[in-house]
C-alpha cells in the first residue's frame, strides 16, 4: 500500500492503489501510465499525465484531456491549450513556466458520426474522486504558492462540489487540506479555456479569464 491508500472512494473506483509511495514526478509519470484505478483507462489512448516545470510557482488544474491530448500525451496541446496559452502571456505569465495537469488523467468520450469522431463526455464525480491521488501527489510535489482551477470540474475537484465557478471566479481563496495535511497554497477559479471557445460572447468570457489569472499571477509576484 502506499501512502494515498485508503482515503480513496470505496466503490471500487480508485487510483491510490497505483500511485507510488515517495515518488518524484518522473516516476509518478511512469506509474500513471498503467493507471486502471477506474475504467476510462479501457477507451483512452494513454494516460495524460501533468507536464511542464516541476518547480512552478503555479499549477493550472483542467478538467481531462480532450482528443488531440489523448492522442499526443500532454495536456493542452489542442484548441483549447492554444486559448491558454493565449490568455497566460496577456496575463504576464510566462506558459513555459507553469506545471499543467487536469483533474482526470484519461480522455472520456462518446463516439459520433457512425464511429468517426469522438465527442469530449464530462467525467463522472465519481472519476474525478478515483483519480484525485494523483493530483494530490503533484500538487504535493510542485509545491506552488498558487493553484488555478480552470472549470468547474477543477474547481469543485479541489474546492468542494458545492464550489460556483460563476459565483467564485477570480477570488482568491485557501486551497482545502490535500488529504488531512493543510497544502498552504491559495487557489483561484477561472472559467475554463474550452468555454471561450464554446461562448457566443468570446471577447468578453477571454476578457474575464484573463483578468482571474491576473489575479493568480498576483499571488505568485505578491512576494
Ligand atoms: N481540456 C482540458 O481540461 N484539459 C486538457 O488537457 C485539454 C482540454
Known amino acids: 500500500m502506499n501512502a494515498t491508500a485508503g482515503t480513496g472512494p470505496e466503490d471500487g473506483y480508485d487510483a491510490a492503489p497505483f500511485v507510488p509511495e515517495g515518488a518524484d514526478l518522473a516516476r509518478l509519470r511512469s506509474a500513471a501510465a498503467g493507471c486502471r484505478g477506474c475504467p476510462l483507462h479501457l477507451q ?65 468520450f462518446v463516439l459520433q458520426e457512425r464511429g468517426k469522431r469522438r465527442m469530449h463526455e464530462a467525467p463522472s464525480r465519481r472519476e474525478v474522486t478515483a483519480c484525485r491521488p494523483w493530483l494530490v501527489a503533484e500538487l504535493r510535489l510542485v509545491s506552488p504558492r498558487v493553484v488555478v482551477a480552470l472549470g468547474a470540474t477543477a474547481a469543485k475537484a479541489l474546492l468542494g462540489p458545492s464550489f460556483r465557478v460563476t459565483r467564485e471566479h477570480g477570488v482568491v481563496l485557501p486551497l482545502p ?17 474550452s468555454a471561450v471557445l464554446r461562448a457566443d460572447d468570446r471577447e468578453s468570457v477571454y476578457a474575464g479569464m484573463v483578468a482571474d489569472l491576473r489575479v493568480a499571477a498576483g499571488v505568485v509576484g505578491g512576494g
Open 177 to 193: 487540506p490535500l488529504d488531512g495535511v493543510d497544502p498552504e497554497v491559495e487557489v483561484v477559479a477561472t472559467t475554463h479555456p
Open 44 to 108: 483512452a489512448t494513454q494516460t495524460v499525465f501533468g507536464a511542464g516545470e516541476p518547480s512552478s510557482a503555479m499549477v493550472l488544474v483542467g478538467e481531462q484531456p480532450g482528443d488531440v491530448e489523448d492522442r499526443r500525451g500532454r495536456p493542452f496541446v489542442g484548441p483549447a491549450g492554444k486559448v491558454l496559452d493565449r490568455a497566460l502571456a496577456e496575463a504576464g505569465i510566462d506558459p513555459g513556466e507553469v506545471y499543467v495537469t487536469n483533474a482526470v488523467k484519461h480522455f472520456k
